[in-house]
């Protein structure tokens, strides 16, 4: 099975955890919107969406469902999104797609954060994928400089810009043994807006395709 089928195949499986009556979070990325568009089948279900990133929402309101402002919504039941790499205790890096500061925050108040990915996503350790950092413009230079003392070695993704304005720098090389303590080191460097890491935060549950099928853990 190629990824793009297993991506799929752990999308749907998402679907079997929407109840009647739900506001659901939802992320961003090829994964996710495979979710998406599995979604469009159980919409009359849903009181609606909170999306992490403008091409979630666009793709949500494509298929007829309302988008809501996370500010208007008292509960998340579950948030339902991928990773570019999570391990066994279901931390993971975030923000290839650069949307890692919206998906943080909907993390933060979902109950239930869903973690759907392909094989080839988990990992014994994380840091072989280069650690998304969303700064704010003026800080670049700085941050890179705090990031390279640290031992990475930043690389500004060139001509993106995140929803919140900002951009993202990918840190290469990071010596990540230790997610918690990384997570909170890169959040205090003046000028980050959000790591990539979810560790603090990690996943609740994994759904992970294999040839074999989809497992949880
Ligand atoms: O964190 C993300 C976006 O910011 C995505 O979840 C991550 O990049 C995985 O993407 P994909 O499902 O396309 O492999």
Known sequence: MDHNALKKAAAEAALAFIEPGMVIGVGTGSTVNYFIDALA?????LRGAVASSEATAARLREHGIP??????????????DGADEVNAHREMIKGGGGALTREKIIAAVARKFICVVDESKKVQRLGGFPLPVEV???????????????????????????DNGNVILDVHRLDVSRPLKLEEQLNSITGVVTNGLFALRPADLVLIAT???VERY
């Open 136 to 162: 704010i413009p003026m800080a670049r230079s700085h941050v890179a400089r705090r990031l390279a003392a640290l031992g990475g070695q930043p690389k500004y993704r060139e001509g993106f810009v995140t």
């Open 67 to 80: 988008v809501l402002d996370l500010n208007n919504v008292d509960e998340l039941p579950i948030y339902v």
């Open 211 to 213: 040839s074999q099928g």
């Open 41 to 45: 089948s159980r919409k009359d279900d």
